[in-house]
T-cell receptor, first 110, second 114 residues
């Protein structure tokens, strides 16, 4: 069946370092991927997306990499800040439905 | 744009009571999704609507759960009767499906069934 899973449930990084959060997806038919950030008590917020015809996309301090060969997605956060502490979810879109991973908790150490 | 609006933010009820969660999607969006989030199962899709029509309700756990979308600006998720295992955060999200656009989430309803 379809599943989206994260390799690391928790991640701690020093402020100023770069963070990398990984995600594996199982469905080759998925054509659109999104990373969401969820802070405590809030709904998931869009960070960055990428379509399957791309392998890299950059935003402000964030980069998403897509490796379709191994069905792997990663989110890179440059110069991680305390405000980046949150749970990060990857989501894959197939047939207009989004399937979410279980999330990775990122803690930034000042 | 006010974003996706959900109410109530918190709901505490007793087992057996009816619970109704409400959602107002972003104006112009034609798809609406209800998700449930728990520590054990993460974000689960319960049901989604396109142009006010339920497309896939396979995620609705039991007949106790029902959802409606009477118009493009309002949807409800009802649980009757509620049980303690229904305790979770329920999120509503909307998107413009035809452009394959991202989901925008509401702030969620924290439901506690005692």
């Amino acid at each position: 069946g379809e599943s989206v899973g994260l390799h690391l449930p928790t991640l701690s990084v020093q402020e100023g370092d770069n963070s990398i959060i990984n995600c594996a997806y199982s469905n080759s038919a998925s054509d659109y991927f999104i990373w969401y950030k969820q802070e405590s008590g809030k709904g998931p917020q869009f960070i960055i997306d990428i379509r399957s015809n791309m392998d890299k996309r950059q935003g402000q301090r964030v980069t998403v990499l897509l490796n379709k060969t191994v069905k792997h997605l990663s989110l890179q956060i440059a110069a991680t800040q305390p405000g980046d502490s949150a749970v990060y979810f990857c989501a894959e879109n197939k047939f207009s439905q989004f399937y979410f991973g279980t999330g990775t908790s990122l803690t930034v150490i000042p | 744009d006010a974003g996706v609006i959900q109410s109530p933010r918190h709901e505490v009820t007793e087992m057996g009571q009816e619970v109704t969660l409400r959602c107002k999607p972003i104006s112009g969006h034609n798809s609406l999704f209800w998700y449930r989030q728990t520590m054990m199962r993460g974000l689960e899709l319960l049901i989604y609507f396109n142009n006010n029509v339920p497309i896939d309700d396979s995620g609705m756990p039991e007949d106790r759960f029902s959802a409606k979308m009477p118009n493009a600006s309002f949807s409800t998720l009802k649980i009757q009767p509620s049980e303690p295992r229904d305790s979770a955060v329920y999120f509503c999200a909307s998107s413009f499906r035809d452009r394959g656009e991202k989901l925008f989430f509401g702030s969620g309803t924290q439901l506690s069934v005692l």
